[in-house]
């Protein structure tokens, strides 16, 4: 199985400010053929199903605000809210899918300072 | 508009059994792979079962492999996931999720679709 490491686990970041989560994979996610990483980002408020931000380590999935932004190729991998606001308070889990099982980071808490 | 509902959850005792059903609207489940996926109170995201578009090839997770059984009626446009010799450790919130690519087969993706859950408590 490719686990999925976050860090930190929880964060807390000034409204307007820049945060940043990390995410590493145990094995490479990229698949060499179509030069993609295999590597997706969700958010979960309480209460709530997670919802996709990125997918191909870097794609903005339709409707996600620009100041979302996915980078990173190969085992490591960033999540950056470049100014935050304070609807982004939320648990956010990178998740592989290069192979199977599809393996989910233990989550990163993000808050406001 | 794309949906996904969950029912069927609730409380089962230790060795014992749930139906757990997902009906789709807004889309053909036959058109796509789907998956459950299960978080634990306060905890993460674990993958617990994938299938087909026609239902021929499934997949499980080893945690629940030999426990669990996922299936789909595409005429009823459900998925469902029959849950037997329940421990406390299946206790969680499940969710039924699309794959994001357009395909009939299942393979590891990104979920783009996701129900609201239906919690499952296994306790004595």
């Known amino acids: 199985d490719i686990v999925m490491t976050q860090s930190p686990d929880s964060l807390a970041v000034s409204l307007g400010e820049r945060a940043t989560i990390n995410c590493k994979s145990s094995q490479s996610v990229l698949w060499r053929s179509n030069n993609k990483n295999y590597l997706a980002w969700y958010q979960q408020k309480p209460g709530q199903p997670p919802k996709l931000l990125i997918y191909w380590a870097s794609t903005r999935e339709s409707g996600v605000p620009d100041r979302f932004n996915g980078s990173g190729s190969d085992t490591d991998f960033t999540l950056t809210i470049s100014s935050l606001q304070a609807e982004d308070v939320a648990v956010y889990f990178c998740q592989q899918y290069f192979s199977s099982p599809p393996f989910f980071g233990q989550g990163t808490k993000l808050e406001i300072k | ?124």
Request: glycine share 12%.
């Open chain 2, 1 to 124: 508009e794309v949906q996904l509902l969950e029912s069927g959850g609730g409380l089962a005792q230790p060795g014992g059994s749930l139906r757990l059903s997902c009906a789709a609207s807004g889309f053909s489940i036959s058109a796509y792979g789907m998956s459950w996926v299960r978080q634990a109170p306060g905890k993460g995201l674990e993958w617990v079962s994938g299938i087909s578009g026609s239902g021929d090839s499934t997949y499980y997770a080893d945690s629940v492999k030999g426990r669990f059984t996922i299936s789909r009626d595409n005429s009823k446009n459900t998925l469902y996931l029959q849950m037997n010799s329940l421990r406390a450790d299946d206790t969680g919130v499940y969710y039924c999720a699309r794959r994001y690519t357009y395909s009939t087969s299942w393979h590891p993706d990104a979920f783009n679709i996701w129900g609201q859950g239906t919690m499952v408590t296994v306790s004595s």
